[in-house]
């Protein structure tokens, strides 16, 4: 089992641009989830969909959209990338005792 | 106020030493709690559970006081592989599972 794979592991956009983070996973997980990790602030919920179908917005959901696409995939799209989104971006999905993480995507907005 | 909050250190310790580390959390209706470890630029795993009976797993042990909701977790005989950051975490549970991390606490081990 790969567990979460994100894509893309890097990635650098100007101010203005768009794009879509990937995440999928193969534990037949129902909840999966988006985070962000910024330097002293610990990681922040993004958005999170409970099941395939659902969505919600978690702490910090502004300049963000989110596809549950099936059971195995959700992503995470930057319509209009800016400076503040420059972060490490985590996606997990959660089994019954634990959430497992993606290996992360570092983004810099120039 | 964070509802998870942590003492962000740097710890730095020699090999073989005892470390404690402290977690408050401010929301009562937090259901589980865990620990979780980072490595650096990598992503956080499980590193166990924190139960109100206190849980030992080796040479860490938590402890969970839901009176003062503060969580603890021990390192005895610190190697230098468990330098890391390690992040309290409180599950709010429902359907979505819901987890709120503190912001972490950095070790050093020292040679």
């Known amino acids: 089992n790969a567990g979460v794979t994100q894509t893309p592991k890097f990635q650098v956009l100007k101010t203005g641009q768009s794009m879509t983070l990937q995440c999928a996973q193969d534990m037949n997980h129902n909840s999966m989830y988006w985070y962000r990790q910024d330097p002293g602030m610990g990681l922040r919920l993004i958005y999170y969909?409970?099941?395939?179908?659902?969505?919600d917005k978690g702490e910090v959901p502004n300049g963000y959209n989110v596809s549950r696409l099936n059971k195995r995939e959700f992503s995470l799209r930057l319509e209009s990338a800016a400076p503040s989104q420059t972060s490490v971006y985590f996606c997990?999905?959660?089994?019954?005792?634990?959430?497992?993480f993606g290996p992360g995507t570092r983004l810099t907005v120039l | 106020r964070k509802e998870v909050e942590q003492d962000p250190g740097p710890f730095n310790v020699p090999e073989g030493a005892t470390v404690a580390f402290n977690c408050t959390y401010s929301n009562s209706a937090s259901q589980s709690f865990f620990w979780y470890r980072q490595d650096c630029r990598k992503e956080p795993k499980l590193l166990m559970s924190?139960?109100?009976s206190g849980n030992e797993d080796g040479r860490f042990t938590a402890q969970l006081n839901r009176a003062s909701q503060y969580i603890s977790l021990l390192i005895r005989d610190s190697k230098l592989s468990d330098s890391a950051t390690y992040l309290c975490v409180a599950l709010m549970g429902g359907s979505a599972r819901q987890l709120t991390f503190g912001s972490g606490t950095q070790l050093t081990v020292l040679p």
């Open positions: 969909s409970a099941s395939e179908g659902t969505t």
């Open positions: 997990a999905s959660s089994g019954p005792n634990e959430q497992f």
């Open positions: 924190v139960y109100s």
